[in-house]
């Protein structure tokens, strides 16, 4: 069964870390590059981060860069986000997504994780 | 990145054609994906590559693209397609991928 599940999340202060994780099953994690993606409450999706399925290449949105780190561990089948120096508007859903190919250019997403809840309020 | 845009709502009557555009200025050389995400839920691939239909996916999903628009079509609406749709591309000129403001479909 192809799944993507999310950990990590939780509630922090303002200036806080955090890492989240996505543990990937049912298919080859190290063909594929992957994503994460983000949605505020009642907002629209936003995505995060891009890491190619050998990590040689990451790519982030503006709004992350600088405070976020995506990589990846092919031998535990799981993909990371680092974030640091967290703000309040960083308060979302994390999903993290599977891209259809391996490599550059990012594709689409055919599968989604569930999401993990990230609070940032002090 | 450039945007893409979305009318904010569609409403349309069970049975009939449901019609969601997204429009930007670099769309007509990109392809454009479509998500539906019901409420509470993780976004499901709907159609990729403008008009590509996924496994699973029913007949009544089509994608097209004309110019700078892409236009996802729901024929014969159900109760269960109420939820909100999103376009997506990648941007080669910034290397993002960029997400269309969002659509909310009810079935009335």
């Known amino acids: 069964q192809v799944q993507l599940v999310e950990s990590g999340g939780g509630v922090v202060q303002p200036g806080g870390s955090l890492r989240l994780s996505c543990a990937a099953s049912?298919?080859?994690?190290?063909?594929?590059?992957m994503h994460w993606v983000r949605q505020a409450p009642g907002k629209g999706l936003e995505w995060v981060s891009f890491?190619?399925?050998?990590?040689?290449?990451?790519y982030y949105a503006d709004s992350v860069k600088g405070r976020f780190t995506i990589s990846r561990d092919n031998s535990k089948n799981t993909v990371y986000l680092q974030m640091n120096s967290l703000r309040t508007d960083d308060t979302a859903i994390y999903y993290c997504?599977?891209?259809?190919?391996?490599?550059?250019?990012?594709?689409?997403?055919?599968?989604w994780g569930q999401g993990t809840m990230v609070t940032v309020s002090s | 990145s450039f945007v893409l845009t979305q009318p904010p709502s569609v409403s349309v009557a069970p049975g009939k054609t449901a019609r969601v555009s997204c429009g930007g200025s670099n769309i007509g050389s990109e392809g454009v994906h479509w998500y539906q995400q019901r409420p509470g839920e993780a976004p499901v691939l709907v159609i990729s590559?403008?008009?590509d239909r996924p496994s699973g996916i029913p007949e009544r999903f089509s994608g097209s693209k004309s110019g700078n628009t892409a236009t996802l079509t729901i024929s014969r609406v159900e109760a269960g397609d109420e939820a909100d749709y999103y376009c997506?591309?990648?941007?080669?000129?910034?290397?993002?991928?960029?997400f269309g403001t969002g659509t909310k479909v009810t079935v009335l």
């Open positions: 890491i190619r399925y050998d990590a040689s290449t990451q």
């Open positions: 997506q591309v990648w941007d080669s000129s910034s290397d993002h991928i960029v």
């Open positions: 049912g298919f080859i994690f190290s063909n594929y590059a």
């Open positions: 997504a599977k891209d259809f190919l391996g490599t550059y250019p990012p594709d689409y997403f055919d599968m």
């Open positions: 590559d403008n008009s």
